[in-house]
């Protein structure tokens, strides 16, 4: 391999290796309540992470010869950085170590995500090949990564308003949003356990091969021979071209999700929202509650031109038609739709606060959805991707 | 006069305090509108009326968003019509994929759903939502802003968002103060009103004029003076007419080509193994573009040069007002196919068919004679019935009836197959050799509807950061009797920011005087 792009997978790592440090630091002054010489030292150790994220880029652009946001692993670590990004600056701002952890967290399970799809540096085809591509990819990058800060400032709200003495409804939804995100760590921690050991299983069916990565609990209906003593026959109605695989995939995050969420109870005895409340209790909710939709009201627009305006102009050029109902364009209008009715229900009395917070929940799942699900579901469940 | 809420004694409208049981009376006031009259607030109830109030309300709008975005995401769990597999009718397709719930999902329309007439419906019910909603508020809003007064009722002023009482000694010096980040100042007496950024309160209204602009978009785009959309194939070397355009628009394919990345490259053999075949780099076309004069129908007609381009993806051309795009090929299809014929004494004889215009009838040197019965340009099997997949000779088979004198045999032939239908087998006919060619797809388009599209986002945009990056900020300086002033503020969002800014006036003021 070139040794550009080998420097530039060591900077990616470097970034994310700073970014881990930045969790802890910035978690520690948050503990100490105070705004001293830790914080500031956990905003440079992130600012440096990033830097050596920008390098990788900027090498890996060079390597390649095209800007790399060209298929998802590229797109995902973009993602991450302009979260990161965006965290950096709303900083400067906004100064809550706790919203700084959330942000972290959200971009290195992102970036570790993305560490598992494909990474070679794959040759673009025609379509691909336009300056609107790379300036609607970074745009709608951007504009998610501003939105998504509602979504921590949401989280972080919920946390603080919702009465963990009463085990209620929202409490548990707090629950499952937690172990939804420790889902993602459990399937990474996973992933680089068994590449660490370099497990492989090769699942025979009539006609093809599959190579897992993972145990294969999930195989599919034509198999013929697998490694592994357990195995689960995908129904029926789920044929598209390695569908068991991905079913394989979200099964084992769940399961090691709800493996992480049980061993973290056990330390904390309590409910993880009731372990996190503490910490939140003294950040100033109305201010939350305005952080969450300033970065709505920011993100929007930076969205609709990113995810919407120059996605079209790209599509017009590459596919003579500027719009193609293709599922992934769908769930752009579908997101773009969603902070529009965000930004009218906040008008409407009594839906500020709680119920906004809620709301930017939401709406993050949805942009998540765009993001994996889509292809992992939607499309990679049907037979033609 | 108002009611207090604990102890139901009626107090002055600006008294803070209730005079009877000393409760809080100050409820802040909702200042969306400045309190203005709105259509849809009137009492009158004519249908019009009830329409009017049902689209101007903001719930209902949303409910209506809400609706749409709910059906959007429907139409994304099976795949919609246009991208099922070439060759597959619907009906087949959601059926034996999905079962009893495709069969539904087909029966219920979800799927064409974007293009069936009630979702058009549905968007043309946002459209009505975000047009009235808006003309109810702007007209109002629009004046109550334009006449505003500097003075103000004081129970107006102390149900502000922020609200000081302060002694101000150094009135040049504060209003310095507030005009250098940007407020201007009105004075009546010796009160004042300062404001900044009152533009931004038009960001919605601009907003939705964009959004509007594009629903018209797409609504006349249903209309051919605006849109059209063709579609052809030309195979190298030869010319086609456009569709639809009165026989006076013709391209010629001069030769299409098809460029792949080199397997070998260092770069990319990662990925391109991965793939497990070539990655292509470029499809493109040479094309000439003619116009033809205007000629009597049937005859061929004079053709003048109009343009001479290379086409290639995401680099479409332009000529007589039409957008040329590559959008499609077919590598190697077969022009003509030649099959031998052999007759019971062993003689055989060769004939040429077109895939394009076949014959019906061949008479062959041997004494055979070849009938066509049945021509399939992309034959494939359907259970045990011949069927073909597309118009295009990809996968030619034919059926003919061979015969001599009063025998005849019934034969399907194709590139690497004969099949006799009849039982019988007394002759033999085989494919020996096949010329093939290489087809562009090209769209041509003429879309008017683009610039009004492009408008319609421009003018969103416009509103979008227009509304949503400027606040509209009020402050208003009120010399009490006592000769301290009554300070207070409106921000039409960030309420927290505008705190922190009205602190540091203050702060920076105070600390002049002190110093
Ligand atoms: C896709 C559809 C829509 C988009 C993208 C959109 C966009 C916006 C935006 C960005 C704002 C400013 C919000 C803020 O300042 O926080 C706004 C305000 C508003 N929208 Fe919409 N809107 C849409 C549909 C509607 C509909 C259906 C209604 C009908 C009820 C509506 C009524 C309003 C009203 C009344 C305002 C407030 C105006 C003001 O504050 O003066 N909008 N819209």
């Known amino acids: 391999m070139d040794k550009l792009s080998i420097l530039s997978g060591h900077l990616l790592e470097a970034a994310f290796i700073s970014y881990l440090f930045g969790i802890v630091l910035f978690t520690w002054s948050a503990a100490k309540q105070?705004?001293?010489?830790?914080?500031r030292i956990a905003w440079g150790v992130t600012a440096a992470g990033w830097i050596a994220q920008l390098g990788f880029f900027i090498l890996r652009w060079v390597y390649s010869g095209h800007a790399p946001v060209s298929n998802l692993f590229e797109f995902m670590t973009f993602f991450g950085m302009m979260l990161i990004l965006v965290l950096l600056i709303v900083y400067r701002f906004y100064r809550?170590?706790?919203?700084?952890?959330?942000?972290?967290?959200?971009?290195?399970?992102?970036?570790?995500?993305?560490?598992?799809?494909?990474?070679?540096?794959?040759?673009?085809?025609?379509?691909?090949?336009?300056?609107?591509?790379?300036?609607?990819?970074?745009?709608?990058?951007?504009?998610?990564?501003?939105?998504?800060?509602?979504?921590?400032?949401?989280?972080?709200?919920?946390?603080?308003?919702?009465?963990?003495?009463?085990?209620?409804?929202?409490?548990?939804?707090?629950?499952?949003?937690?172990?939804?995100?420790?889902?993602?760590?459990?399937?990474?921690?996973?992933?680089?356990?068994?590449?660490?050991?370099?497990?492989?299983?090769?699942?025979?069916?009539?006609?093809?091969?599959?190579i897992y990565q993972l145990p294969p609990f999930f195989v599919p209906i034509d198999m013929v021979s697998s490694p592994f003593p357990f195995k689960v026959s995908v129904p029926d109605w789920m044929r598209g071209e390695n569908a068991a695989l991905k079913l394989n995939t979200i099964f084992l995050s769940l399961l090691s999700g709800c493996v992480l969420y049980i061993l973290i109870r056990f330390f904390t005895r309590k409910r993880i929202g009731a372990a996190l409340q503490p910490f939140v209790q003294r950040m100033p909710k109305d201010m939350l509650d305005d952080i969450g939709y300033r970065s709505v009201a920011v993100g929007f627009p930076i969205f609709t031109l990113g995810a919407l305006i120059f996605a079209m102009i790209w599509a017009q050029q590459a596919w003579d038609r500027f719009w193609g109902w293709d599922p992934k364009?769908?769930?752009?209008?579908?997101?773009?739709?969603?902070?529009?009715?965000?930004?009218?229900?906040?008008?409407?009395?009594?839906?500020?606060?709680?119920?906004?917070?809620?709301?930017?929940?939401?709406?993050?799942?949805?942009?998540?959805?765009?993001?994996?699900?889509v292809n992992l579901l939607i499309v990679g469940l049907h037979a033609y991707a | 006069m108002q009611k207090c809420s604990i102890c139901k004694h009626e107090n002055n409208l600006d008294s803070e305090r209730c005079h009877n049981c000393g409760n809080v009376l100050i409820e802040k006031l909702d200042m969306r509108y400045e309190g203005a009259d709105r259509r849809s607030q009137q009492r009158t109830q004519t249908i019009i009326d009830k329409i009017w109030r049902f689209f101007a309300s903001v719930r209902n709008g949303m409910y209506?968003?809400?609706?749409?975005?709910?059906?959007?995401?429907i139409g994304t769990i099976l795949p919609q019509r246009a991208y099922i597999p070439i060759g597959r009718t619907p009906q087949e397709f959601y059926e034996s994929e999905y079962g009893v719930f495709g069969s539904l999902y087909l029966d219920l329309g979800?799927?064409?759903?974007?293009?069936?007439?009630?979702?058009?419906?549905?968007?043309?019910?946002?459209?009505?939502?975000?047009?009235?909603?808006?003309?109810?508020?702007?007209?109002?809003?629009?004046?109550?802003?334009?006449?505003?007064?500097?003075?103000?009722?004081?129970?107006?002023?102390?149900?502000?968002?922020?609200?000081?009482?302060?002694?101000?000694?150094?009135?040049?010096?504060?209003?310095?103060?507030?005009?250098?980040?940007?407020?201007?100042?009105?004075?009546?007496?010796?009160?004042?009103?300062?404001?900044?950024?009152?533009?931004?309160?038009?960001?919605?209204?601009?907003?939705?004029?964009?959004?509007?602009?594009?629903?018209?978009?797409?609504?006349?785009?249903?209309?051919?003076?605006?849109?059209?959309?063709?579609?052809?194939?030309?195979?190298?070397?030869?010319?086609?007419?456009?569709?639809?355009?009165?026989?006076?628009?013709?391209?010629?394919?001069?030769?299409?080509?098809?460029?792949?990345?080199?397997?070998?490259?260092?770069?990319?053999?990662?990925?391109?193994?991965?793939?497990g075949r070539s990655i292509p780099k470029s499809f493109s076309t040479d094309i000439i573009v003619y116009k033809a004069e205007d000629h009597i129908a049937g005859e061929t007609p004079d053709l003048d040069v109009l343009n001479q381009m290379t086409v290639s993806v995401n680099h479409p051309g332009k000529a007589a007002g039409f957008t040329i795009y590559q959008s499609g090929y077919q590598l190697n299809e077969f022009s003509s196919l030649t099959l031998r014929t052999e007759n019971e004494e062993g003689v055989t004889a060769d004939f040429k068919i077109d895939t394009e215009n076949p014959q019906a009838d061949y008479e062959l040197d041997n004494g055979l004679q070849a009938k066509l019965?049945?021509?399939?340009?992309?034959?494939?099997l359907d259970g045990d019935k011949i069927i073909t997949a597309t118009k295009f000779p990809r996968n030619p088979g034919f059926v003919f009836d061979i015969s001599e004198d009063n025998h005849t045999e019934r034969l399907f032939i194709a590139i690497d197959e004969a099949v006799s239908k009849t039982g019988t087998n007394n002759y033999s006919v085989r494919a020996v050799d096949y010329d093939t060619h290489n087809v562009t797809g090209l769209s041509v388009k003429r879309d008017l509807t683009l610039p009004v599209f492009l408008l319609g986002g421009l003018i969103f945009m416009i509103g979008l950061?227009?509304?949503?990056?400027?606040?509209?900020?009020?402050?208003?300086?009120?010399?009490?009797?006592?000769?301290?002033?009554?300070?207070?503020?409106?921000?039409?969002?960030?309420?927290?920011?505008?705190?922190?800014?009205?602190?540091?006036?203050?702060?920076?003021?105070?600390?002049?005087?002190?110093?």
Request: charged share 20%; with cysteine; proline share 3%.
């Open chain 2, 110 to 275: 979800f799927d064409q759903l974007y293009s069936s007439w009630w979702y058009m419906t549905l968007l043309g019910l946002l459209g009505a939502s975000i047009l009235i909603a808006s003309i109810d508020r702007f007209f109002p809003l629009y004046r109550a802003l334009k006449l505003q007064p500097v003075k103000r009722k004081k129970h107006f002023l102390i149900r502000q968002v922020y609200v000081r009482y302060k002694e101000i000694s150094n009135q040049e010096r504060l209003l310095k103060q507030i005009r250098g980040r940007g407020y201007r100042i009105r004075q009546n007496g010796e009160d004042y009103l300062a404001e900044k950024n009152r533009f931004a309160r038009w960001g919605p209204y601009v907003n939705h004029i964009g959004l509007l602009l594009v629903l018209l978009a797409a609504f006349l785009r249903l209309f051919p003076y605006f849109y059209q959309d063709e579609f052809v194939w030309i195979r190298d070397g030869e010319t086609a007419v456009v569709p639809d355009t009165d026989q006076s628009l013709f391209i010629k394919n001069e030769q299409f080509s098809v460029d792949t990345y080199e397997n070998d490259d260092p770069k990319f053999e990662a990925a391109i193994e991965q793939e």
């Open chain 1, 96 to 210: 809550y170590q706790l919203l700084a952890v959330m942000a972290l967290v959200i971009s290195i399970l992102i970036i570790g995500c993305a560490a598992m799809f494909p990474r070679e540096v794959a040759p673009l085809v025609p379509s691909l090949q336009s300056h609107w591509l790379y300036i609607h990819v970074t745009t709608a990058a951007l504009g998610e990564a501003v939105l998504a800060v509602s979504f921590f400032a949401g989280f972080l709200y919920i946390l603080h308003e919702t009465d963990q003495e009463k085990p209620d409804r929202r409490v548990w939804l707090i629950e499952a949003i937690i172990a939804l995100i420790l889902s993602v760590a459990g399937y990474m921690l996973l992933a680089i356990l068994f590449r660490t050991f370099g497990y492989t299983a090769t699942v025979m069916t009539a006609d093809a091969s599959i």
């Open chain 2, 465 to 515: 950061i227009q509304g949503l990056y400027w606040q509209h900020r009020r402050i208003w300086l009120q010399r009490q009797a006592d000769g301290s002033y009554l300070i207070a503020g409106h921000t039409n969002k960030h309420t927290s920011s505008f705190e922190r800014e009205m602190d540091r006036i203050f702060d920076i003021c105070d600390k002049g005087e002190s110093s």
């Open chain 1, 34 to 39: 105070r705004h001293g010489v830790t914080e």
């Open chain 2, 373 to 380: 019965v049945d021509y399939y340009p992309d034959y494939q």
């Open chain 2, 64 to 73: 209506i968003l809400l609706l749409v975005l709910l059906i959007t995401a």
């Open chain 1, 329 to 373: 364009e769908v769930w752009a209008l579908i997101t773009w739709l969603f902070y529009a009715a965000y930004l009218h229900i906040r008008m409407l009395r009594g839906w500020q606060g709680i119920r906004s917070a809620w709301l930017a929940v939401i709406g993050f799942c949805i942009i998540m959805f765009n993001l994996l699900a």
